[in-house]
């Protein structure tokens, strides 16, 4: 039943402008890092550009990823089709969960997919300006890509959280405004965190980013059927 959910979902949704948004966007992020922030921030360190890319990268797909949620829930709301799905002989919460889900994956593949368009992008660029002098060792790179994997699924988490505030008046700005809050508050996080505190500690912050998102989604769903 919910994979059926899942792929009615996924017809209903109009793809072709959010797969164009998120191609230009890739480009915009990485044309930001290497146009702007690297050259003109000094950096000269891979941990600190990497650390740089996640932040860019984390807010802008989790704001994303509330546009998302906006055409998914409140314009159904809005445009009253969402009573045609209540109709159905499926409970409520199993219609949430499908959308929920396709949202979170969006979000963690876009993400992810951007870290390393960014990462490529940045590497190629490093080798003809040199903005970075240090070796980049295989042992580094395969650090961070685990680290890209486990943001990514903190993002997904994260995305999760501005449905609770998006129900309480059911617009797109309540979701998108509280979606950048969020981003914001989830990078201060990555802020402090280095490669050298170790994978458990990320591991740490994305169980608690994860339990966070399924709780304040949860709370949205029930907000939905007061």
Request: net charge positive.
């Amino acid at each position: 039943m919910l994979w059926k959910l899942i792929k009615l979902e996924l017809k209903k949704t109009k793809w072709r402008g959010l797969l164009l948004g998120a191609v230009i966007t890739n480009l915009l992020v990485a044309l930001w890092v290497i146009g702007s922030d690297v050259p003109n921030n000094e950096v000269r360190t891979y941990d600190r550009v990497f650390q740089s890319i996640m932040n860019y990268s984390g807010i802008t797909f989790i704001i994303f990823a509330s546009v998302l949620m906006s055409r998914m829930v409140i314009d159904e709301y809005r445009n009253k089709t969402i009573t045609l799905l209540f109709a159905y002989p499926v409970p409520r919460n199993m219609i949430f969960l499908a959308k929920l889900i396709i949202i979170a994956a969006w979000t963690f593949v876009t993400e992810l997919f951007n870290n390393i368009f960014v990462v490529i992008s940045l590497l190629i660029a490093n080798s003809y300006y040199h903005y970075m002098t240090e070796t980049l060792t295989h042992a580094r790179l395969i650090a961070e890509v685990i680290r890209m994997l486990i943001f990514a699924f903190t993002c997904a988490s994260v995305s999760l959280i501005p449905l609770y505030f998006g129900m309480f008046r059911k617009t797109m700005p309540a979701l998108i405004v509280s979606a950048f809050v969020l981003a914001n508050s989830s990078m201060v996080i990555v802020n402090n965190l280095s490669v050298e505190d170790g994978y458990g500690v990320f591991m740490l912050a994305a169980l608690v980013c994860f339990t966070i998102g399924v709780l304040m989604a949860y709370a949205g769903v029930r907000r939905s059927q007061l």
